[in-house]
């Protein structure tokens, strides 16, 4: 005998949209400033940085692991760039070199993770520390007087002269992993993996590959969100990526992402880097201090944890069947 499964509450994904649209009324009633071009391309443009670093979070996350040098591995990868700016190198050139400088430096994440058996945590907080401290050893604080070319990508790439770029770029970035993560095999195999690794083993699924193609992947799209970050001005210091983990991390839960692994949809971490984008400009707009931004976002992520957890278990008990002795046994 199986127990009936009660009304199917609503998905993360859902929450967070309804919280994203009663928060846009709230501001509509109270401010309606917020809603200029300007303004909403600001936003936007936060959002574009924040989510392409969440869809490799995402990805981690799903795994069943974490990486917390995303910051500084962003801050390697600017001023690399801009390095070669002010060496006379084509603008055309920074993405791709970017996407190596992440993808080797994410990559050295994953090959100690996997090859010596580390917790992530650990390993990730490691080399935050060597990246950053290696910055601040060859360059003296910030790169700055770079050339006019180095702020073309924020400035002059507006498509209508009214949507940048990296907005674009990371829209059409959703997309292309939406499909990505529902008809893939490699995130079949990375769902598994954050299921159960060791059952993912038994199946076939080579689980330290995986997981090193995993944090490659996460660092080549890092290069996207420093590009976006760091061409907003004309200097770049060596903390230009603080908090862009955080921020990644908070976007990732907050839309939905078992923390534990095994589940999760990079749509619901765009809405998770929409909401986070929204709330702190918003504040500003209704009056309220921008100290009160932290323990705003606090807030978020905490509830977002508890109520993942809550379905977590409540989805549990909704799957158990209940099976009763057979009469006169």
Do not use: H
């Not at 990559?107 to 650990?122: E, H, Q, S, Y």
């Not at 909401?275 to 707009?285: E, N, Q, T």
């Not at 944890?305 to 158990?320: D, F, G, L, Y």
């Amino acid at each position: 005998m199986t127990k009936e499964k009660g009304r199917k509450p609503l998905s993360a994904e859902a929450v967070v949209g309804l919280l994203i649209i009663a928060i846009l009324i709230i501001l509509v009633i109270l401010a309606p400033g917020f809603f200029s071009i300007q303004s909403i391309m600001q936003m936007m443009r936060v959002f574009s940085y924040t989510f392409i670093a969440a869809i490799g979070m995402n990805m981690i996350f799903i795994s069943g692991n974490t990486d917390i040098s995303f910051g500084a591995v962003v801050s390697v990868i600017a001023i690399v760039c801009a390095a070669l700016c002010r060496a006379g190198l084509p603008f055309a050139a920074f993405l791709p070199l970017g996407i190596i400088v992440g993808a080797f430096l994410c990559g050295i994440n994953g090959f100690i993770i996997t090859r010596f058996g580390i917790p992530a945590m650990v390993v990730t907080l490691a080399t935050t520390q060597i990246y950053y401290g290696a910055l601040l050893l060859v360059v003296d604080g910030s790169l700055y007087n770079l050339p006019k070319s180095w702020t073309w990508f924020s400035f002059k790439t507006n498509l209508f002269g009214v949507l940048p770029l990296g907005v674009l770029i990371s829209l059409i970035l959703l997309v292309i992993f939406i499909f990505f993560f529902r008809y893939s095999k490699f995130m079949k195999n990375l769902y598994a993996i954050g299921n159960n690794a060791q059952a993912a083993r038994n199946v076939g699924i080579n689980v330290e590959k995986t997981l090193q193609i995993t944090y490659i992947l996460a660092g080549g799209l890092l290069a996207f969100s420093a590009l976006i970050l760091a061409t907003n001005g004309n200097r770049v210091t060596c903390t230009v990526g603080t908090n862009l983990e955080m921020n990644a991390i908070a976007a990732v839960i907050v839309g939905g992402t078992n923390p534990s692994g095994g589940a999760g949809k990079v749509y619901g971490t765009a809405l998770g880097a929409l909401l986070l984008s929204i709330v702190s400009p918003a504040l500003v707009f209704i009056g309220i201090n921008t100290y009160w931004t932290n323990l705003f976002m606090g807030i978020i992520i905490v509830s977002a944890i508890i109520v993942s957890v809550i379905r977590q278990r409540s989805a549990e008990k909704r799957n158990v069947s209940v099976i009763l002795p057979e009469e006169g046994k």
